[in-house]
């Protein structure tokens, strides 16, 4: 059988009513029900093993779409034909090992996939290539998202890349200045409201309603299409030997929907053979999808005012949570809360190995941590965290954090006193050899 892709089956059906509309409405809600529609793939087989060559071949290819991690594995996604292709070489992020936070967590092997090595620094760059295409194909001259700022700094930038317009609904004062910074940089109309994240998502969702603007948030089921190939591209690194865990962080919970999608694909594709249990880790100022699954065995959610220094996932009406719940319960998932103290410390932690992360990402080891505790992920087994933003992104947290003054002030300041081994503040010298040579010998004798 040949490999080349039979796409051409790709159509849109709502999650909940199951009706197939023929084209989208401007704010991807089913016309019949309301709710999220998603991209389904009818009687599409592979051979898969002609598949995976395919794909590997294109590594060495100087095609501008081979050499994107997400379109390289286009034949699993819907058809975007290549003149309108955006791409800013995204995906083709590295799996690292973690070896301290393995011995802290007692596992032999942990990996971190690390999706803030994409061209703004988040994961988002994987769905924004694919959905911005798509505004791009249908002629859009304006795209627009709400955001806690990953989403608008990656929109901005692929906007920019195909010459369309774009505009930023972002919490004031709520998002990181690095992640506003480039969406001011890559040319977005950034609006700043008085109100959170899910106060923009309102805004918009009536914005796309009255002007011709192309919504980018992950309702857009492009968007999630694009996000699968992180998961695809996972399995590729490891051989296409699952691991038994993969952790995620939260938080509109587009993310989680869209790697559990790849990995049910990828299943029913004989791409992979056993499916990995998919856990989400939410903050617990910002928890409704944890409380959905532990309250009310996932019936329903509870919309909430959300708070956490994890500023990405400070969201409280997430969208995706249906489909969130479909792949955890398909994979037998967990779910798990942490606190703003655990998010820091396993922040630091995962800095000490090398690595480094956003808040929002370190959610995964904090998670990871509670379900070694509770049994859930035992010592043999093999774990791959998603790293979903980088380091820069929100450089005063971790300042903050390591200097002490992180959880000043709040119910967390006098507890905090336990992160003081992780803190390594900046040391401020005279400019003399002999003050330096002092504290490279306290240094070391701290350290042995
Ligand atoms: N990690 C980071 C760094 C994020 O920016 C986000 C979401 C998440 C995790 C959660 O992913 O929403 O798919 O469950 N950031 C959004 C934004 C919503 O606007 O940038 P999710």
């Known amino acids: 059988m040949s490999p080349t892709h039979t796409n051409a089956t790709a159509r849109l059906r709502c999650i909940s009513c199951g009706a197939t509309p023929g084209s989208t409405a401007q704010d991807f809600r089913c016309t019949s029900c309301g709710d999220l529609l998603e991209f389904v793939f009818p009687g599409r ?4 093993a002609a598949l ?10 100087l095609n501008k779409l081979d050499q994107s991690g997400v379109w390289r594995f286009r034949e699993l996604l819907p058809p975007i034909s290549e003149e309108h292709a955006i791409t800013l070489r995204e995906g083709n992020t590295p799996l690292y090992q973690l070896p301290r936070c393995a011995r802290l967590t007692g596992l032999d092997h942990l990996h971190a996939k690390h999706q803030g090595m994409n061209p703004t620094a988040s994961f988002k760059d994987t769905g924004m290539t694919f959905a911005a295409s798509s505004a791009h194909q249908q002629g859009f001259r304006w795209v627009a998202c709400a955001s806690t700022g990953n989403t608008s700094a990656s929109m901005a930038a692929y906007a920019a890349r195909g010459n369309m317009h774009s505009l930023v609904l972002i919490p004031e004062g709520k998002i990181s200045w690095g992640k506003l910074s ?6 977005a109309l950034t609006c700043q409201l008085r109100t959170d994240f899910d106060g923009c998502v309102l805004i918009l969702n009536e914005l796309v309603r009255q002007k011709p603007v192309y919504l980018l948030n992950s309702v857009n089921p492009y968007r999630i299409e ?5 998961a695809i591209e996972l399995l590729e690194q490891l051989g296409w030997e699952p691991p038994d865990h993969i952790i995620v962080p939260g938080g509109n919970l587009g993310n989680s929907s869209a790697i559990g999608k790849a990995l049910l694909e990828m299943q029913e594709l004989k791409l992979i053979a056993r499916l990995p249990k998919l856990s989400i880790i939410q903050a617990e100022g910002a928890n409704p999808f944890y409380r959905s699954v532990r309250e009310f065995g996932g019936a329903k959610i509870e919309p909430m005012t959300a708070d956490t220094m994890a500023t990405a996932i400070r ?4 969208a995706s949570w249906k489909k969130a719940l479909r792949v955890l319960q398909a994979t037998g998932g967990e779910v798990e809360q942490v606190t703003e103290l655990e998010i820091a410390e396993a922040k630091a932690e995962i800095g000490a190995d090398g690595i480094g992360c956003e808040p929002a990402s370190a959610v995964t080891l904090a998670g990871l941590k509670k379900l070694r505790q509770r049994g859930f992920v035992k010592p043999g087994e093999s774990v791959v965290l998603i790293l979903t933003g980088h380091l820069l992104k929100d450089p005063d947290f971790t300042i903050k954090f390591h200097r002490g003054d992180l959880f000043s002030g ?6 905090s006193a336990r992160a003081r081994p992780l803190q390594r503040a900046p040391v401020v010298l005279d400019a003399d ?7 490279l010998e306290a240094s070391e004798r701290k350290n042995s």
Do not use: C
Not at 433 to 439: C, D, E, K, N, Y
């Open 45 to 48: 087989t592979f051979d898969p």
């Open 52 to 61: 995976k060559s395919l794909w590997l071949s294109r590594r060495t290819s």
């Open 182 to 187: 480039q969406s001011l940089d890559y040319g």
């Open 226 to 230: 694009g996000q699968k190939t992180a």
């Open 315 to 318: 969201i409280g009406n997430p």
């Open 410 to 415: 709040t119910p967390y300041e006098i507890d």
């Open 433 to 439: 050899l002999g003050a330096v040579i002092a504290a």
